[in-house]
């Protein structure tokens, strides 16, 4: 059921916010395939087990199902910095778009793989079975042939970078970091309109076919709608093509300015927003409309995935990626996902009191709040235009290693203790002899 399925993402995103920092600190200081197979395995093991825990254990079936938000904190927030080290410029860029494509194109078929596994079996069990066979085969695959770059290799900076500094002074320097920062919060405002739609927008546009009176009005505690599997498609469609089209944009504006990662993120957010007000007008008259308007707004919103995390890569020193892409995650669902549907349909449920009975104000109090998401995407928009100020200062900052990105002392302090990169023998006659 919906009530089901709200608890299972409650407790996965809950895990997932509290298990990136700890990826993120491990990432930047320990072998990060290692690390990453790991993190697949236990997600893995976890779904697997999951699917034989009887009813009587529900809470141990939830508890479980939450679990897989700890294995894909790991790869979420380590498998960037991995690409970051294998790749530059455009290369990178389009690597990262590779990486952040697999998310709606898995999701996707996750659930025709899941679904074709249950009927196939007639059991659901089987639908979380059938995967971690699927994820093990990944791990063992990274663990073999997925090279350890050095950090900062692709960067040119591998043999610059010989210090590592501790947890707190790598979070004083992102946290000065005006470009990170700035990144940061564009990519909650997009995690609070995203989560919002995935839950509201099936309902309000069941909400406006009643209006329109091309379907009955559903009395059930649980109604039965083709909206949200339509709704879900194009989510797919236009994470892939977002992804893609971002990509691309990214490397022809590059050639006319420098500055073209964030500004291709604040303009395709600034145009979302003109579409995704444009369901709310045309909801009431043309579902169809309401169709083209989200699959327009939803390709321009996810047009910044991977350019995000490039921009990260430029900002942020090799040593202090893991870290950075783990708060970013955990700043945008905090900030984000983590609580705009519940803002959503407390401030529809406020506007609805007056006239509860009302099935037109039903429609109108759910779109009125709505219309909180396309203000936050403007503001999102404008943080990345707040990014493209300060982007090429950053960068250089990054690239030449200023001691304004190291923490200094504090009046009468110490420079804090600098812990050196330990070396593999093998690392050693490398740089020694190579």
Same mark, same amino acid.
């Given at each position: 059921?919906?009530?089901?399925?709200?608890?299972?993402?409650?407790?996965?995103?809950?895990?997932?916010?509290?298990? *990136?920092?700890?990826? @993120?600190?491990? +990432?930047?200081?320990?072998?990060?395939?290692?690390?990453?197979?790991?993190?697949?395995?236990?997600?893995?093991?976890?779904?697997?087990?999951?699917?034989?825990? +009887?009813?009587?254990?529900?809470?141990?079936?939830?508890?479980?199902?939450?679990?897989?938000?700890? @294995?894909?904190?790991?790869?979420?927030?380590?498998?960037?910095?991995?690409?970051?080290?294998?790749?530059?410029?455009?290369?990178?860029?389009?690597?990262?778009?590779?990486?952040?494509?697999?998310?709606?194109?898995?999701?996707?078929?996750?659930?025709?793989?899941?679904?074709?596994?249950?009927?196939?079996?007639? =059991?659901?069990?089987?639908?979380?079975?059938?995967?971690?066979?699927?994820?093990?085969?990944?791990?063992?695959?990274?663990?073999?042939?997925?090279?350890?770059?050095?950090?900062?290799? !692709? =960067?040119?900076?591998?043999?610059?970078?010989?210090?590592?500094?501790?947890?707190?002074?790598?979070?004083?320097?992102?946290?000065?970091?005006?470009?990170?920062?700035?990144?940061?919060?564009?990519?909650?405002?997009?995690?609070?309109?995203? +989560?919002?739609?995935?839950?509201?927008?099936?309902?309000?546009? *069941?909400?406006?076919?009643?209006?329109?009176?091309?379907?009955?009005?559903?009395?059930?505690?649980?109604?039965?709608?083709?909206?949200?599997?339509?709704?879900?498609?194009?989510?797919?469609?236009?994470?892939?093509?977002?992804?893609? &089209?971002?990509?691309?944009?990214?490397? /022809?504006?590059?050639?006319?300015?420098?500055? !073209?990662?964030?500004?291709?993120?604040?303009?395709?957010?600034?145009?979302?927003?003109?579409?995704?007000?444009?369901?709310?007008?045309?909801?009431?008259?043309?579902?169809?409309?309401?169709?083209?308007?989200?699959?327009?707004?939803?390709?321009?919103?996810?047009?910044?995935?991977?350019?995000?995390?490039? &921009?990260?890569?430029?900002?942020?020193?090799?040593?202090?990626?893991?870290?950075?892409?783990?708060?970013?995650?955990?700043?945008?669902?905090?900030?984000?996902?983590?609580?705009?549907?519940?803002?959503?349909?407390? &401030?529809?449920?406020?506007?609805?009191?007056?006239?509860?009975?009302?099935? /037109?104000?039903?429609?109108?109090?759910?779109?009125?709040?709505?219309?909180?998401?396309?203000?936050?995407?403007?503001?999102? @928009?404008?943080?990345?235009?707040?990014?493209?100020?300060?982007?090429? =200062?950053?960068?250089?900052? !990054?690239?030449?290693?200023?001691?304004? =990105?190291?923490?200094?002392?504090?009046?009468?302090?110490?420079?804090?203790?600098?812990?050196?990169?330990?070396?593999?023998?093998?690392?050693?006659?490398?740089?020694?002899?190579?």
């Amino acid at each position: 059921s919906l009530l089901h399925s709200a608890t299972f993402a409650k407790v996965l995103l809950f895990l997932f916010m509290v298990a *990136a920092p700890i990826f @993120g600190y491990l +990432g930047d200081r320990f072998n990060r395939k290692v690390i990453l197979s790991c993190g697949i395995f236990f997600w893995s093991i976890v779904t697997l087990s999951s699917s034989f825990i +009887g009813k009587e254990y529900y809470w141990l079936f939830v508890l479980s199902r939450g679990l897989v938000g700890i @294995g894909e904190s790991s790869y979420s927030s380590i498998s960037p910095t991995i690409i970051g080290d294998l790749f530059t410029n455009n290369s990178r860029t389009m690597m990262l778009s590779v990486f952040y494509l697999a998310i709606p194109l898995g999701s996707g078929l996750g659930y025709i793989l899941g679904s074709s596994a249950k009927v196939a079996a007639g =059991d659901w069990h089987w639908a979380l079975r059938v995967s971690p066979l699927l994820g093990i085969t990944a791990g063992t695959l990274i663990l073999l042939f997925v090279p350890e770059p050095k950090r900062g290799s !692709a =960067d040119q900076m591998g043999g610059r970078i010989k210090t590592r500094t501790s947890w707190l002074c790598d979070m004083k320097a992102l946290a000065k970091n005006r470009s990170y920062v700035f990144s940061s919060l564009a990519s909650a405002a997009v995690s609070f309109a995203t +989560g919002a739609f995935g839950m509201w927008i099936p309902l309000y546009l *069941a909400r406006a076919q009643v209006v329109q009176k091309t379907v009955e009005p559903c009395t059930k505690e649980i109604c039965s709608s083709t909206d949200s599997l339509i709704f879900g498609a194009i989510t797919c469609v236009t994470g892939l093509l977002g992804v893609v &089209i971002g990509a691309a944009t990214t490397r /022809l504006c590059r050639q006319k300015t420098e500055r !073209a990662d964030p500004l291709v993120c604040a303009v395709s957010m600034l145009g979302s927003a003109i579409f995704i007000c444009l369901i709310f007008v045309v909801a009431k008259k043309s579902i169809v409309g309401a169709y083209v308007c989200i699959f327009i707004g939803e390709t321009l919103l996810f047009l910044n995935w991977a350019i995000t995390a490039d &921009i990260l890569m430029f900002v942020v020193i090799p040593t202090r990626r893991a870290t950075a892409v783990a708060f970013q995650s955990f700043t945008s669902h905090l900030l984000g996902d983590a609580g705009s549907p519940y803002l959503i349909g407390l &401030i529809s449920d406020a506007l609805q009191q007056s006239y509860a009975t009302s099935a /037109l104000w039903r429609f109108l109090s759910l779109g009125y709040a709505l219309m909180l998401c396309p203000f936050i995407i403007v503001l999102g @928009g404008m943080f990345f235009l707040a990014t493209a100020l300060f982007f090429l =200062d950053d960068r250089d900052k !990054a690239e030449k290693h200023l001691m304004s =990105d190291v923490c200094l002392p504090s009046a009468g302090g110490r420079f804090p203790r600098l812990k050196p990169f330990r070396k593999t023998s093998a690392q050693f006659v490398q740089d020694k002899f190579f």
